[in-house]
């Protein structure tokens, strides 16, 4: 299980994501810098023990309207190789494991193969704060094989009161900044061809 540090990071998380954010083509934002903050998520662990993967859900209290964002986190204790230069969030020291690469989720290999266990229900979300603590409001929606398939993390999150029960996904809470709790797909999974997000 994954030992949750109650520590510091320079960069902050959030300082990283205020920066990356805003250049991906999926900032909902406009060409105003994003007040982001933490809205939700969840963490998986890496059996080997070696990668921090993080599913974190912020929210832009700059908006007209309120968004929400979902980055997958991988946080390593040396650069990855082999990825985009833009997978790369930032660096940050962290008070007790040192520096460490954060790199966007999608594209890092541990992140992708824990988060297709869970989706065939073979990981256990753990809560994003607490040790060794299995987080139940974070749902899978019919697990099973995922060959074949394709996997989308939705970006920006939607409101939905509930996943059409034909739909494959993943389904979780987020907070907005006016305290209001919301609940929608974070990732779908949708057979070959894609067709949009699926759910």
């Not at 954010?21 to 406009?30: D, E, H, L, M, T």
């Amino acid at each position: 299980m994954a030992t949750i540090h109650r520590t510091t990071m320079a960069p902050t998380k959030l300082e990283l994501l205020t920066a990356w954010v805003p250049r991906q083509s999926w900032y909902a934002g406009g060409g105003g810098a994003p007040e982001l903050v933490r809205a939700g998520g969840f963490r998986l662990d890496d059996p080997e023990g070696e990668v921090g993967i993080e599913f974190m859900v912020v929210a832009d209290a700059a908006a007209q309207e309120p968004v929400a964002y979902l980055v997958p986190m991988g946080y390593r204790a040396a650069a990855l190789e082999g990825v985009p230069g833009e997978a790369l969030i930032g660096t940050s020291e962290h008070g007790v494991l040192g520096t460490r690469w954060v790199y966007d989720g999608v594209h890092d290999p541990v992140v992708t193969a824990q988060l297709h266990a869970l989706l065939r229900g073979e990981a256990v979300p753990q809560h994003q704060s607490e040790s060794d603590t299995p987080d139940p409001t974070v749902t899978v929606h019919g697990t099973g094989p995922d060959e074949g398939a394709d996997v989308h993390v939705n970006r920006v999150l939607r409101p939905s009161r509930t996943a059409r029960e034909s739909c494959r996904g993943l389904v979780a809470g987020w907070t907005w900044p006016d305290g209001t709790a919301a609940r929608g797909v974070l990732v779908t999974v949708a057979p070959r061809p894609a067709t949009g997000q699926g759910c």
